[in-house]
């Protein structure tokens, strides 16, 4: 069974940076898509980035130059360092997984497994 477990967010200031882990059990690394995704207050769910493998992680706009995608996979940890956050940047943020090497679906529908969430607030 996949289970994945986000920690690190927290209140930050704007221009701050956090680095969110999720630890990561039950999927073949290799085989499976995975990344994050958000949800700003009172908005939907949206991808910020997704990654195959070894394959580059494709980031969304909203992400990109501020946050970087990583992977420990001795550790099973996914990580997301975000940068220059921005009081926009306030929302909870999950780990996905999807036993799929398929990555090019953004609709948070298609992804099978979620973490529990980890909030992150910045303040301006």
């Known amino acids: 069974q996949v289970q994945l477990r986000e920690s690190g967010g927290g209140p930050v200031p704007a221009g701050g940076s956090l680095r969110l882990s999720c630890a990561a059990s039950?999927?073949?690394?290799?085989?499976?898509?995975v990344g994050w995704f958000r949800q700003p207050p009172g908005n939907g769910r949206e991808r910020l980035v997704l990654?195959?493998?070894?394959?580059?992680?494709a980031y969304a706009d909203s992400g990109m130059g501020r946050f970087t995608f990583s992977r420990d996979d001795a550790k099973n940890i996914l990580y997301l360092q975000m940068n220059t956050l921005k009081p926009e940047d306030t929302a909870m943020y999950y780990c996905?997984?999807?036993?799929?090497?398929?990555?090019?679906?953004?609709?948070?529908?298609?992804?099978?497994?979620w973490g529990q969430g980890t909030q992150v607030t910045v303040s301006s």
């Open positions: 039950g999927y073949t690394k290799r085989d499976s898509c």
């Open positions: 990654s195959v493998g070894v394959d580059v992680p």
């Open positions: 996905v997984a999807r036993p799929d090497t398929y990555c090019g679906t953004w609709s948070p529908s298609d992804y099978n497994y």
